[in-house]
């Protein structure tokens, strides 16, 4: 009985693999293959959108929603289980990830001295170059050197808490134990610090700078050697203030109530009520009116922003160089819309990207190319992140539709199960491997089983023709001047 229902099935698709006189080959569940025109291009999905493969101008291929791999040129990269594995390989430097806690690096360019890193976050850091002063290994809590890394020059413990020791550009801290005492030495700094009942270091003409009972009494001092020293100080949550010259800033029952006054290097004048809820500010490119949550607008440095009833509407609109852009969100990802406008050009057509979480995805470039997904919960918290636009985004498509130009549109309903493709030398229809219609100047086509038996008729013919097992392969030379197929 088992192999009874399955044996017609499983032929009329396995049959759908032969190459057809077809811009797509349809056998859905086990294969489509689609070739767009006259482009070196395949796209190529098995079992629905679980397996696919596309030939471009590099090649990708996976097994959504677990493993990606790309080529382009002499680079390769791949991903499993997507963000958790990953590694990249190209001439001289392969590398491998696991969730960015363990991570393997191994460089070996010609000419060039080969290095190999590897780490085991938060525990083991290593880097091998051939060169003592360069190379490291560190196991943390235990003992270790890290070499510029971490924003310092060399970062070095033993039986962490107990010792810690960094150094950036001559300034050495010692930390023993950390983080509560602290001898701070090199290159002219100095000082001492028991955090967090009090501290102090500086060094002459540069910085001073000390607390007590950190965060609640501080003072720092910088540019010293400057007519107009930096100056910080405050008693929270009483009283801070801030001056430089050309600036006052001061903050009463902080951090609700104060002012910003400034006159350079641009002038600027802020007032803050029950902070962040009330402020008002006025300067040079900057604008202010802050009434949260019912209304906010500002505008700063031309990006002009506004929130009505924070979170629920938000609008922005920027320029960048030759761009204008315009952003409308409701409730940050529900409903998102970007438009962009040419400044060069203001007759062309705009181009924009809109997001109906999580029912849809619109994209058009104002040039012609379109693409519409439903359904679509990633996209809009992914917006760059092309590993989640090819791993995971097909998987939601039950319906997707592609303009490449005026004339090439093709429709695609639950994972190309049913497709409907309109271009400039025809029309072509497919209803898996069961039913397909193709229309075009070459040839008119009505086939069940992708070619099993059906009804054709070429140009100049007034009847139909019934045929059986039409399987013949796309004409790969054509005589000048004839329409692709």
């Not at 006025?282 to 009116?289: E, L, P, T």
């Not at 609008?315 to 409701?330: S, T």
């Not at 029912?359 to 012609?368: H, Y």
């Not at 400039?424 to 069961?434: D, M, R, S, V, Y």
Request: some cysteine.
């Amino acid at each position: 009985m088992f192999s009874r229902r399955l044996v017609w099935p499983l032929c009329a698709a396995l049959l759908a693999a032969v190459t057809l006189p077809a811009e797509e080959r349809n056998g859905w569940p086990l294969i489509v293959r689609q070739s767009p025109p006259n482009a070196p291009a395949e796209n190529v999905q098995y079992f629905g959108p679980l397996i696919f493969a596309q030939h471009a101008t590099g090649e990708v291929s996976g097994v959504r929603p677990l493993y990606l791999q790309a080529r382009v040129d002499d680079k390769e990269t791949a991903t499993f289980l997507y963000p958790l594995f990953s590694w990249q390989k190209q001439p001289g430097y392969r590398e491998f990830s696991f969730f960015k806690l363990i991570n393997l690096r191994q460089s070996d360019e010609p000419g060039q001295p080969g290095e190999r890193g590897f780490d085991v976050w938060p525990f083991y850091f290593s880097k091998e170059t051939g060169d003592p002063a360069t190379s490291y290994h560190a196991l943390l809590p235990v003992a270790g050197t890290i070499k510029n890394r971490f924003g310092k020059d060399e970062l070095s413990w033993y039986a962490f808490p107990l010792y810690l020791h960094s150094e950036k550009a001559g300034m050495e801290i010692t930390t023993a134990p950390w983080p509560f005492l602290r001898f701070i030495d090199g290159a002219g700094h100095h000082g001492f610090e028991f955090w967090p009942l009090f501290g102090h270091r500086g060094r002459d003409r540069d910085y001073d700078r000390s607390f007590y009972l950190w965060p609640l009494f501080y003072k720092s001092a910088k540019n010293l050697s400057e007519p107009e020293p930096t100056v910080s100080v405050g008693a929270l949550p009483f009283y801070t203030r801030d001056t430089a010259p050309g600036y006052i800033s001061e903050t009463y029952g902080w951090p609700f109530f104060g002012y910003t006054h400034r006159t350079q290097p641009y002038r600027y004048d802020e007032q803050r009520y029950l902070w962040p809820f009330i402020v008002q500010a006025r300067g040079d490119q900057r604008r202010i009116n802050r009434w949260a949550p019912v209304y906010t607008h500002s505008v700063i440095k031309g990006y002009d922003k506004t929130w009505i009833l924070w979170p629920l509407y938000r609008h922005a609109e920027w320029q960048d160089p030759g761009i204008a852009q315009e952003k409308n969100q409701f409730l940050y990802f529900l409903y998102w819309s970007q438009t962009q406008r040419s400044l060069t050009n203001p007759a062309a057509a705009p181009a924009h990207k809109t997001h109906l979480w999580p029912l849809l995805s619109s994209w058009d470039n104002g040039a012609g190319r379109r693409q519409v997904q439903v359904l679509s919960p990633l996209e809009v918290f992914f917006p760059t992140n092309d590993i989640v636009r090819q791993l995971y985004t097909p998987v939601f498509a039950l319906y997707r539709y592609d303009r490449t130009d005026a004339d090439t549109s093709r429709h695609s309903l639950l994972w190309k199960a049913v497709t409907w493709r309109r271009s400039a030398t025809g029309k072509e229809f497919h209803l898996g491997p069961i039913f397909s219609v193709q229309t075009g100047v070459e040839k008119q086509r009505i086939a069940l089983g992708n070619g099993v038996i059906g009804l054709s008729r070429r140009p100049g013919e007034r009847a139909w023709r019934l045929f059986l097992f039409d399987f013949n392969r796309k004409p790969t030379n054509k005589p000048t001047g004839a329409p692709p197929s």
